[in-house]
């Protein structure tokens, strides 16, 4: 009996490494390294990685959002495509949920984060971005309690 109970508490922690290990997330030093290298590997870094390196971001919002699934298994937010058009390269497949959207006017850089890995990043000038900032804090103004996200 007890040397079941040990083969059994071996192969839950087994299981559980594998199944950490399979995440697909490297570690935080390693993402800080990815982006300090101006690298930026899709559904690999967190928001955690960026505001370790680049710093807290002067635009962000949460929202649900639903997200265009690229052939190439990048995803884009159904907000950076024009109404009633589908981006090139769409494969017919979609997900949503709670969206991060980080701004970097000094980097030059929109960042999309679903479940907490990046999945879509758009280079766009300062001046662009800092529009993008300043609409959401006007529609954040009039926006009810029903719409805002629930804090945690």
Same mark, same amino acid.
């Given at each position: ?5 040990? !083969?059994?508490?071996?192969?839950? $922690?087994?299981?559980?490494? $594998? ?11 390693? +993402?800080? +390294?990815? $982006? /300090?290298?101006?690298? &930026?590997? *899709? ?22 959002? +639903? =997200?265009?699934?690229?052939?190439? #298994?990048? =995803?884009?937010?159904?907000?950076? @495509?024009?109404? #009633?058009?589908?981006? /090139?390269?769409?494969?017919? #497949? ?5 969206? *991060? ?17 990046? @999945?879509? /990043?758009?280079? *766009? ?10 609409? !959401? /804090? &006007? ?14």
């Amino acid at each position: 009996m007890r040397y079941s109970l040990y !083969w059994r508490r071996a192969l839950i $922690i087994c299981l559980f490494g $594998i199944f950490a290990g399979c995440s697909g997330i490297p570690p935080l030093a390693e +993402q800080e +390294q990815h $982006i /300090k290298n101006n690298e &930026m590997p *899709l559904h690999q870094l967190t928001p955690r990685a960026f505001a370790g390196v680049w710093g807290v971001p002067p635009y962000q919002r949460v929202e649900f959002m +639903q =997200f265009f699934i690229m052939k190439d #298994g990048s =995803f884009v937010p159904r907000s950076r @495509v024009a109404l #009633g058009e589908a981006p /090139k390269g769409w494969d017919a #497949g979609v997900e949503a949920g709670e969206a *991060l959207f980080l701004v970097y006017p000094d980097r030059g850089w929109l960042l999309v984060f679903l479940d907490e890995r990046l @999945v879509y /990043k758009e280079a *766009l000038t300062a001046a662009q971005l800092h529009t993008l900032g300043r609409d !959401w /804090k &006007m529609e954040d103004r009039y926006r009810s309690r029903l719409e805002s996200p629930a804090s945690h």
